[in-house]
């Protein structure tokens, strides 16, 4: 088995603050990926990376920068925080070939 | 756009009562739907999964039931517990794409 780790847990920020939030997985899986949760909307692709160097946009991008330099981590910014901005955001892994996606956690951000 | 329909909202049964949680979707090329089940505070996880090949797939008292033609599903949960209180996302992708287009969920009360 392997595990999903996202830091931080939760994420306290300011109006155009810039935000880094972090995921690590140790399946050793190619496709991560970056899902925003809001209530009530589901889940919603922002960005995921096929393979290392890889980024790929997803329907939510604007506004949030991806980073994938290693195999196993994959990292999110926001670029400048909303205020009043409350969500989930949930980092998941797969392996290529295979459909089931692996979460973590999730980070709850807060900006205030 | 929502090419994901989950409803209804939220759902509340009683202990032993059999729950159903009605999906329906938009692009005909999807062939892959998983549910995922999902418990405050943690990820969602993979509970089910069906290809469109079959119309029913089973899994102890979880059954997801497929029409092709009228591009639904749903998920029947029998003789359901308390613990099985959470929130369900209906998913569809094509098998082996990267994309996979959530739901907004359905949040389950099992009364007891």
């Known amino acids: 088995g392997g595990i999903i780790t996202q830091t931080p847990k939760f994420l306290i920020g300011q109006e155009g603050q810039k935000l880094t939030l972090k995921c690590q997985q140790n399946f050793n899986h190619d496709t991560m990926y970056w899902y925003r949760q809001d209530s009530g909307k589901g889940l919603r692709l922002i960005y995921y990376?096929?393979?290392?160097?890889?980024?790929q946009k997803g329907d939510l991008s604007e506004g949030y920068d991806a980073s994938r330099e290693k195999k196993s981590s994959f990292s999110l910014t926001v670029t400048s925080a909303q205020k009043n901005e409350m969500a989930v955001f949930l980092c998941?892994?797969?392996?290529?070939?295979?459909?089931?996606?692996?979460f973590g956690p999730g980070t709850r951000l807060l900006v205030l | 756009q929502q090419q994901v329909r989950q409803s209804p909202q939220s759902l509340t049964v009683w202990e032993g009562e059999t729950a159903i949680l009605n999906c329906s979707y938009e692009?005909?090329?999807?062939?892959?739907f998983p549910w995922y089940q999902q418990f405050p505070g943690e990820g969602p996880a993979l509970l089910i999964s069906i290809r469109s090949v079959s119309d029913k797939k089973e899994d102890g008292r979880f059954t997801i039931f497929f029409n092709k033609r009228e591009k639904k599903l749903s998920l029947h949960i029998t003789d359901s517990q308390p613990g099985d209180s959470a929130t369900y996302f209906c998913?569809?992708?094509?098998?082996?794409?990267?994309?996979?287009?959530f739901g907004s969920g359905t949040r389950l009360l099992v009364s007891p």
């Open positions: 692009d005909s090329t999807f062939n892959y």
């Open positions: 998941a892994s797969r392996l290529g070939g295979q459909d089931t996606q692996y």
């Open positions: 990376s096929i393979t290392e160097n890889d980024l």
């Open positions: 998913a569809a992708s094509e098998s082996g794409g990267y994309k996979v287009v």
